[in-house]
Each structure stands twice: as structure tokens, then as C-alpha cells.
């Protein structure tokens, strides 16, 4: 097996650049009556003749991007705008490839129209089809979106949908998808273990206001035990419940959150999955996975769907690498944007920062640092 | 000294609270205000931990850089200076250092903290020349993470 160097993708690489250079400039907060002459033209350019936006409106929901609620024509559309900074910085070029690509077979939004340079609206922005659905109960809802404890009637149902949407993203043959932007790590070498550790060990050395001694004892455990994948799939990044919408009938109307998809290993995906922090107690006091199936029953059902085997060291490489990357958005770049006042979410980036404390909790008894014997 | 800083927050969290979100129309300015008040209702539980949670984390982060300071590991030996240069002259007899100059001491002990355990982890030290060192940065992990649950779970009873 080769061991891969550190190596962060192109298009991934630039984003990080260009907001450094961004982190030195004002931001302001995005105006929905500037916006709308602008993104006429840019629509009516896209889909060709005039176009006329109406109830352009901000929409609620979500920590990362600028996003707007709005119609063109019969049309129920979102933008999403970047703002200054986000708690997790994305390109949407490649958002708007990896949607293209799993069209049809993942249910997603349909993307309408992508401006990665920001020509347009000043600002990167991705337009899409705004689907129905809501992320959780009404009642008993949860800021964080994370956490969640879907209604019992519809939670079998959701399980088995939430679980083949899963397996289809990883069986896309992606080498007949158009994703110019994504860079293809090779299987059989610790290329994606390494890519994807080297983009969140420079995200927290560019953002954090302060060191810890589990991030760098993480840091140190997973570099010496970068696993290899044996396929290379395309990876969600944030599969996990919140980050999907589904109707009263229990139907899943699409998974949302493409931004961190990239090329690498399914453990990633499954690591996220079954993340003890995003599970919750079941009628019978069971640990559901994402709110929906236990962790083992989980795991099961994706084995014998794919007919691939799970290697557990791997994934737990990639549980303790999931929460090093929560850690890294929550520690560092939230308390990063607020302080530097690039962000439309300036109380939610503070409040998201007291989740650090749950995820370093979660790496220390993982690495067996915290002092409890496990 | 009036009015303490709860008192503060406690006015402006009832005047959001009662007077302007019911008077908010927009969906998600309502959401953000929520938010806000999630902040300041936090903020009010935890503020008086604030300084004694500081001093503590100054404490452990003295302890572990005086024993890097002393240690005769050669591992540990780029840092010996460093180490010492953190906690030097931060103890002035009969006086108390406001909240800011600890904090920004133990940003700097912090980062010193990572070199020690970079420098743990890539060498190969004798298990008994660091072993005090080790005990230290054990203890550290462990009290941390009790302080960063205090500060972050108020209402959850520490171990």
C-alpha cells in the first residue's frame, strides 16, 4: 500500500484560499430588494427571456449559506448565496455538479442555474428547485437540527428510504458523471483518508483562536492511522437526519446538504450515520442511529444491500475523523466568522460552538484521553 | 458593583423577549432572535463560572509547563525555554489578573501545550523522565473537559 501525502483538492484548495483573501474585506449581509434586479437578469439569462422574481423572501433554516425563498414564473425556487464566511466553506460549482450527478437516482433538489465566481450576485450563488418537506417534527423541534426524534409512525419508513438513498449515492458509477471540479483519489492507498484529513487540519489551522489538547492528540491518532479504501464512491459529507426532508406520508422528498460531497471512502458516510451525537433514545430506550434504526441493524442493512462488507477499523478511523471535523467547524470556524463579523449568524455561530464541547468529549473517549478508563 | 452583569443581560433578554419578537413578522429574523435569546438565556446561567473556569484552566497549564520546564527528557528540550517563558511573571503578589490577561496568557500556554504534545507523540521519550509531564497533560485533558461541560451544560451536575 503507498502512503499518500497530505493533498487537498483543487477546487477545494481555491475556496479556502479565496476566503482568506475575503477574511480581509467587510462583509454585509445579503438585502432581498438588491438581490432581485440582478438575479432577474442572471435567471433570464439562464433560462432565456425575462424572467420575473417574486416573494423573494429569506428563508429560515440552515447554518451555512445565505439562502432565499423566491419564484420565477410557476416556479418555487431557493438561492443559495455565500456569505462572508461559512461555518463550512464549499464551492458551489461543485455543489452544483455532485446535485447534477445524483439526478434521479438520490432524491434532491434540482439545481437550476450556478454561478461559482460570483459574477452575478457578487457572490458565488447556486439556484435550485425548492422541494416540500419538513426536517423534523413541528413539535418538539430542535434548533441544531441534530438530534432528532422523527414521529414512530413514520420511522420505519424513513429508515429503509433514508438507508437506499444512501446505497444508491455509493453505487453512482461517478466516472460517467460530469464532476470536473471533484479530484479522484485512488483506491487501495490512504489517498482519501489523507485528502480529507489535510482539508480539515488546514481549516483548523486557519480558524482556531485557540489550541486544545485533544484536537492535537486526534490530529497526531489519525495520521498515524490513515486507512486505505478499497472503492472510491461519491460521500455525501453530512448524511444524517436534519439534512433530509420528508412529507406526512413518511416519503422522503430530498437530502439536502450537498456542499461537502466529495470522492472517497463510504465508511465516511456510515461513520456519520451511526455518530453516537446524532442518535437518539427509541420507545424502548435503544439508541437509534440518526433517530431512526439502531446503530448494528443500520450497518446491517448497508451491508446486505451493497453486498460490501463493512471493516470496522476503518470505520472507526472515520467516527473519530467525523467528530475531529465537527470539532474543527464548531471550535474553530464558528468563533472565527463571528469574532471576524463574516457571518449572517452571528448567535447561531455561538451557540453551535458550545456543541465543540460534545464532539472533543466524543474524540477524548474515543482515544481513551478523558480520564474514564474506557 | 451595580448592575451586575446578570442584571443586564436579564433586561435585555426580557425587553427582546417580550416586546419585540411578538412584534417580528419575518420568519427568519423570528428564528434569529430565538437564537439571540438562547444566547443571553445562556449567558446568564454561566457568566459567574466565567473567571474561576479561567484561573483553573491557568492553573493546570502552569503545572504541566513547569514540568516541562523541568523536565531532562531530550525530547522535551526545544521546549524547556518556551515552556518556562509562558509561566514566568505571571504572578504578581497582591494582585489579581483581570479575566483578559488570562485569557490571552492561556492562549498562549495552550499553544505551547500542542509543541509538548507533538513533541510526545513523534519521539520516543523515556516513559520515567516524562512521566510527571504525562500525569500533568492527563489531568489537564481530563479537568478541561469537566470545564468546558460546566461552561457549555450549565444545568448538568459536574462528576
Known amino acids: ?60 433554516g440552515g447554518a451555512s449559506k445565505e439562502n432565499f425563498f ?20 464549499t464551492d458551489r460549482q461543485r455543489e452544483f455538479e455532485v446535485l447534477r450527478a445524483v439526478e434521479g437516482i438520490v432524491p434532491a433538489p434540482r439545481v437550476v442555474a450556478v454561478d461559482g465566481e460570483g459574477s452575478r450576485l457578487g457572490r458565488p450563488a447556486l439556484v435550485m428547485e425548492r422541494v416540500d418537506g419538513r426536517t423534523q417534527p413541528e413539535l418538539g423541534a430542535r434548533t441544531s437540527g441534530v438530534g432528532i426524534a422523527f414521529e414512530p409512525a413514520l420511522r420505519e419508513s424513513l429508515a429503509r428510504q433514508f438507508g437506499n438513498a444512501l446505497v444508491r449515492l455509493h453505487r453512482i458509477d461517478w466516472r460517467t458523471r460530469q464532476l470536473p471540479s471533484f479530484d479522484v483519489p485512488r483506491a487501495n492507498t490512504t489517498d482519501a483518508a489523507a485528502w480529507t484529513l489535510a482539508w480539515w487540519e488546514r481549516v483548523w489551522e486557519e480558524d482556531r483562536l485557540e489550541d486544545h489538547p485533544v484536537m492535537v492528540i486526534a490530529a497526531e491518532w489519525l495520521r498515524e492511522h490513515l486507512p486505505a479504501a478499497d472503492r472510491i464512491v461519491l460521500v455525501h459529507g453530512d448524511y444524517r437526519s436534519g439534512n433530509f426532508l420528508y412529507d406526512d406520508e413518511g416519503r422522503i422528498t430530498a437530502m439536502l446538504d450537498w456542499e461537502l460531497a466529495h470522492l472517497g471512502d463510504p465508511h465516511e458516510d456510515l461513520g ?39 471493516d470496522p477499523e476503518r470505520l472507526r478511523f472515520y467516527e473519530i475523523f467525523n467528530n475531529y471535523k465537527l470539532a474543527v467547524c464548531a471550535h474553530a470556524t464558528t468563533l472565527r466568522i463571528a469574532r471576524g463579523e463574516h457571518t449572517h449568524l452571528a448567535a447561531s455561530m455561538s451557540l453551535i460552538h458550545a456543541f465543540a464541547h460534545l464532539y472533543i468529549a466524543a474524540l477524548a473517549r474515543a482515544l481513551a484521553i478523558d480520564g474514564s478508563g474506557a | 458593583m451595580t448592575p451586575e452583569p446578570t442584571d443586564l443581560l436579564r433586561g435585555a433578554r426580557r425587553t427582546l423577549a417580550d416586546v419585540v419578537l411578538p412584534a417580528l413578522g419575518d420568519g427568519f429574523a423570528i428564528e434569529q432572535l430565538k437564537t439571540v435569546l438562547r444566547v443571553l438565556t445562556h449567558l446568564e446561567a454561566v457568566i459567574d463560572e466565567a473567571y474561576p473556569l479561567e484561573a483553573a484552566e491557568a492553573e493546570d497549564l502552569r503545572g504541566l509547563l ?40 492561556n492562549v498562549v500556554r495552550k499553544r505551547v501545550v500542542s509543541d509538548v504534545i507533538r513533541a510526545l507523540r513523534r519521539s520516543a521519550p523515556s516513559a520515567a523522565a516524562v512521566e510527571d509531564v504525562e500525569t500533568r497533560l492527563a489531568g489537564l485533558v481530563r479537568r478541561q473537559l469537566d470545564r468546558e461541560r460546566r461552561w457549555t451544560r450549565p444545568r448538568r451536575t459536574s462528576k
Open chain 1, 70 to 89: 423566491f419564484r420565477a414564473g410557476d416556479r418555487a425556487l431557493l438561492l443559495r448565496l455565500d456569505p462572508g464566511e461559512s461555518i463550512v466553506e
Open chain 2, 66 to 105: 513547569g514540568a516541562v520546564a523541568r523536565s531532562s527528557d531530550p525530547a522535551l528540550s526545544a521546549l524547556r525555554e518556551t515552556a518556562g517563558e509562558a509561566i514566568a511573571g505571571d504572578s504578581v503578589p497582591g494582585s489579581l489578573p483581570s479575566f483578559r490577561e488570562l485569557r490571552d496568557a
Open chain 1, 272 to 310: 456519520w450515520v451511526v455518530n453516537d451525537l446524532f442518535a437518539v433514545r427509541g420507545d424502548a430506550g435503544e439508541r437509534l442511529a440518526c433517530g431512526l434504526l439502531p446503530r448494528e441493524a443500520m450497518l446491517a442493512d448497508y451491508e446486505q444491500a451493497t453486498g460490501w462488507t463493512i
Open chain 1, 1 to 60: 500500500m503507498s502512503v499518500s501525502e497530505p493533498y487537498i483538492e483543487r477546487t477545494v484548495r481555491q475556496c479556502l484560499d479565496a476566503r482568506l483573501v475575503r477574511r480581509h474585506t467587510a462583509y454585509h449581509v445579503a438585502d432581498a430588494a438588491e438581490l432581485r434586479s440582478a438575479l432577474e437578469a442572471w435567471l433570464g439569462a439562464e433560462l432565456g427571456g425575462r424572467v420575473e422574481i417574486r416573494d423573494l423572501v429569506r428563508a429560515p
